[in-house]
């Protein structure tokens, strides 16, 4: 029998670093799950991304049992680690901090398939390439797709 669903929570993590305190206990204690069973279990499951901030998506149950499924990191998370930037351009229409090539928004964008909700290679690269572009992000070159 299939157990009755009482919500989702959505929370980002990083990698090998869930612990009780904010916002991961509050979340979960809330709710009624026990925290520290999973952030042990959390931590086993990442901790081979470690450091790297992770969305996680806990689906809890009436009988207090959740499950939980590890996103990959966001796009802008990993821009600014391609980038080696602190974070992205206060002003991104008229500052620029970085540039990138079409074959390393490829790579992001192959890496974040699972996660996105379009069906080619060439959207997601787009996809990724807007992201760039809000964060002041520079992407060089002519479009490899169509």
Same mark, same amino acid.
């Given at each position: 029998m299939?157990? +009755? %669903?009482?919500?989702?929570?959505?929370?980002?993590?990083?990698?090998?670093?869930?612990? =009780?305190?904010?916002? %991961?206990?509050?979340a979960?204690?809330? &709710?009624?799950?026990?925290?520290m069973?999973?952030?042990k279990?959390?931590n086993?499951?990442t901790?081979?991304?470690a450091?790297?901030?992770?969305? #996680? %998506?806990?689906?809890?149950? !009436?009988d207090?049992?959740y499950?939980f499924?590890?996103? !990959?990191?966001?796009?802008?998370?990993?821009?600014? +680690?391609v !980038?080696?930037? &602190?974070s992205?351009?206060a002003?991104?229409n008229? &500052?620029? %901090?970085?540039?990138v090539?079409?074959?390393?928004?490829?790579?992001?964008?192959q890496?974040?398939?699972?996660?996105?909700?379009c069906?080619?290679?060439?959207s997601?690269?787009?996809l #990724?390439a807007g !992201?760039?572009?809000s964060m002041?992000i520079t992407? +060089?070159g +002519?479009? =490899?797709?169509?």
């Amino acid at each position: 029998m299939a157990k +009755e %669903v009482a919500g989702l929570i959505k929370l980002q993590i990083k990698g090998g670093a869930a612990n =009780p305190s904010p916002p %991961v206990g509050p979340a979960l204690g809330s &709710k009624g799950i026990n925290i520290m069973d999973f952030c042990k279990a959390f931590n086993a499951r990442t901790q081979d991304k470690a450091g790297k901030v992770l969305p #996680v %998506v806990i689906t809890y149950y !009436t009988d207090k049992s959740y499950d939980f499924v590890v996103k !990959t990191p966001p796009v802008a998370v990993q821009l600014l +680690e391609v !980038t080696k930037q &602190k974070s992205g351009s206060a002003q991104p229409n008229r &500052k620029k %901090v970085a540039k990138v090539t079409w074959d390393q928004v490829r790579a992001i964008a192959q890496d974040k398939m699972p996660d996105l909700n379009c069906f080619t290679i060439e959207s997601a690269m787009t996809l #990724v390439a807007g !992201t760039a572009r809000s964060m002041g992000i520079t992407v +060089e070159g +002519e479009f =490899p797709g169509k």
